[in-house]
Every structure is written in structure tokens, then in C-alpha cells.
């Protein structure tokens, strides 16, 4: 068997990649959500059909395209919408860090396509189905069944939300539903003491910044959490590992 699938067997057709879908269905509803309010609300914020759909298919990241939405209709400074975008899309260096232990075997440009689909929780299902830090050929199938659901639950109601936003009423309340269908996605990484504290200290930051201009106190809060998260790792390091 090779690392992508046996050779009899396409790789949809893989009892990993199955496995690797299953797991993510218990959260789909939350990621469709979430994607269903990103779509409606690249519309509502000025930008055109075309420029959301190229949005949403490129960028593929929901709280980065959230949190640079409000700049983008703001008119804030480019650096300011990339520096947002950077910093809160900056754990995915760590999860990436993590992933290039189990597929760094891998030719360059199969883990260049691996990384457009990388997300959040299915780092964290990968790691809690396999914890144990050595490639083993059933975790491409896995990796793959997991983020073809991913992709599609965020895709698929995106679009939609692109095309029906004009028909979605603002006091809907949709930018609410967002940040609770956002939430429901967080608390799913809170997965031990470090994080928890981390996330405290990130929610304390941003309202104690909430007053500064072009929402800086998102990159406050996202330096805080970071600076924690290190000590935190340093201080306690045996409970930096999450849970298998």
C-alpha cells in the first residue's frame, strides 16, 4: 500500500478516508454556518460577486476574511489588512510545523496542495487519530477525507451566502450568528489549560484595546495570546501536547 492509497483502491474508496470524513461530521453544521455568514457578509461589506467568490475559493480562511472585512470597507491602510490576516492565521504555522512531521516525506508540491486545505479542526482530529509522531501510510487517505468535508461544508454555503445576500435581510442579525458559529469552532481548540489560559488572556487584551482605531485591538489580542501560549508552553510544557 502506497502513502495515498492502495493500488487497487482509489483513494475516495479508502477505509481512511471515511474514517477521516466521519470525524468531521459532528462539526460540519458549525463550519457551514460560519461559511454561510462570510459569504453574506464579503457582500454586504462593498465587495462584488466576482471579487467575494475569488475571495472565498483563494483566501479560504474564515477568520481572517472576517476580521478583514470590516478594514477592507473601512478603507484601512493594506499593511493593516495583511498584518490582521498574518497574525490571526498565524497558528496554522504551528499546525503545519506539526503536520511536516507525519508528511514531510512527501514531494513538494503534494504538500503544497495538502496546505491550501489545512484547518483547524482537522488538525485536531488528525492528532487525536494519530498521536503517535511517525508517518503511517493510512494518514494521507485520513487527512484527505477529513478536509474534502471541510472544504465543501465551508464552500458550498459561502457561494450560497454570495448570491442570497441580497436578499437576506440586515436585522437577520447574521454578523451575530457568525461570531457564535466562530465560538462554537474556538472552544473545540480549547483542549487544555494552556489554551484556555491563552484564551482568556487574548478576550481580556481585546477589550481592554477595544478602543484603539482600525481594530488594532485584534492584533493586540493575537499578540497577547501568543505571548502567553510561549510562557505558558515554557512554564508547563508537559500539557502543551493536546489530548490523543
Not at 190 to 208: E, F, M, Q, Y
Amino acid at each position: 500500500m502506497g502513502f495515498s492509497s492502495s493500488a487497487s483502491v482509489p483513494m475516495w474508496r479508502h477505509p481512511e478516508f471515511k474514517r477521516g470524513a466521519k470525524d468531521m461530521t459532528a462539526i460540519t453544521l458549525g463550519i457551514s454556518a460560519w461559511g454561510l455568514v462570510t459569504g453574506v457578509a464579503m457582500i454586504k461589506s462593498g465587495l462584488g460577486v466576482g471579487l467575494s467568490l475569488l475571495m472565498s475559493l483563494v483566501v479560504f480562511a474564515g477568520s481572517s476574511q472576517l476580521a478583514a472585512l470590516p478594514l477592507l470597507a473601512s478603507g484601512a491602510p493594506l499593511w493593516v489588512v495583511w498584518a490582521t490576516a498574518f497574525c490571526v492565521n498565524l497558528r496554522f504555522v504551528i499546525f503545519s510545523a506539526q503536520w511536516r512531521m507525519y508528511f514531510g516525506h512527501l514531494a513538494r508540491t503534494k504538500r503544497l496542495a495538502m496546505s491550501y486545505f489545512a484547518a483547524d479542526l482537522n488538525y485536531v482530529a488528525f492528532i487525536r487519530r494519530f498521536p503517535d509522531i511517525k508517518p503511517a501510510p493510512e494518514q494521507v487517505p485520513y487527512y484527505w477525507g477529513g478536509v474534502a468535508l471541510n472544504w465543501t461544508s465551508w464552500q458550498v454555503p459561502s457561494v450560497l451566502g454570495i448570491f442570497l445576500a441580497d436578499r437576506v435581510p440586515t436585522q437577520w442579525g447574521l454578523g451575530f450568528a457568525g461570531v457564535l458559529a466562530l465560538l462554537g469552532l474556538a472552544l473545540a481548540l480549547l483542549k487544555d489549560r494552556n489554551s484556555w489560559v491563552a484564551a482568556a488572556v487574548a478576550a481580556t487584551a481585546a477589550v481592554a484595546a477595544y478602543g484603539l482605531p482600525l481594530r488594532l485591538n485584534i492584533l493586540v489580542a493575537i499578540a497577547a495570546a501568543v505571548a502567553m501560549g510561549l510562557l505558558m508552553e515554557h512554564t508547563f510544557p508537559e500539557r502543551s501536547r493536546g489530548t490523543s
